[in-house]
């Protein structure tokens, strides 16, 4: 109730705008009408494609450009968590129309969702964990299993500014299990951004090793295929 309040008072005096093209947005999602048209294209990837050998499949539901793009740099770099409810909004509507038993009959079964764990420093600095902020809330509302068994093994650099080969060094090692975890033998691993798939990879690879059968994996946006 309180929610649904201060989101309707702040639409009246604060009205939001599409990060895309500025126009005003009047629901309770991200970008505008045309912006989410021109940007909303699920598609699922090959992991071999992209050199992804540990990955069984990869699923993104927007290119990341425009209005997208920006939302997700203003979260990260701008420390604007309010984008984040209308991003998880975006990610949530969009998925309604597409099933995760493409992947097969397993994923009809209860899914266990493992978010890509975000450093630990960046998380402290921003006072929040985006993967969370917008997929938690899906796994809830479709009955999934919210699983954090990955953590941090040591500091990285942020992967945008660096070349495929960096980024596969930047990030090998650098992901683990958390003591006394135990994994399912089917997971859906989810991060917001799908750059070159090798943090899904590498996550995939360290799941497989401590018993997982098959690892999909699941972002809001990736720059793949445009």
């Not at 930047?170 to 798939?197: E, F, M, Q, W």
Request: hydrophobic share 40%.
């Amino acid at each position: 109730m309180w929610q649904e309040l201060k989101r309707l008072l702040l639409d009246i005096f604060y009205p939001r705008s599409c990060p895309g093209c500025g126009t005003q947005v009047q629901e309770e999602g991200l970008l505008c009408p045309a912006c989410r048209a021109g940007l909303l294209e699920p598609r699922t990837v090959v992991p071999e494609s992209v050199g992804c050998r540990h990955l069984d499949g990869l699923f993104f539901l927007f290119h990341y450009e425009g209005g997208i793009r920006e939302g997700l740099h203003q979260a990260k770099f701008g420390r604007r968590r309010e984008v984040l409810a209308p991003l998880a909004y975006e990610w949530a509507r969009g998925m309604e129309q597409e099933a995760l038993l493409n992947w097969g009959p397993e994923l009809a079964r209860a899914v266990a969702v493992v978010p890509i764990p975000t450093d630990e420093g960046r998380r402290k600095e921003r006072g929040y964990d985006i993967p969370e902020e917008i997929f938690r809330g899906w796994c809830g509302q479709r009955g999934f299993v919210w699983l954090p068994v990955l953590r941090r093994m040591r500091p990285t650099l942020p992967q945008y500014a660096l070349s495929v080969e960096a980024r596969k060094e930047n990030i090998r090692g650098s992901l683990g299990l958390v003591p006394g975890c135990s994994v399912p033998p089917v997971v859906v691993l989810a991060d917001d951004i799908v750059t070159s798939g090798t943090t899904v990879e590498e996550a995939a690879r360290v799941l497989k090793a401590a018993g997982a059968e098959r690892v999909y994996a699941v972002a809001l946006a990736s720059g793949m295929g445009k």
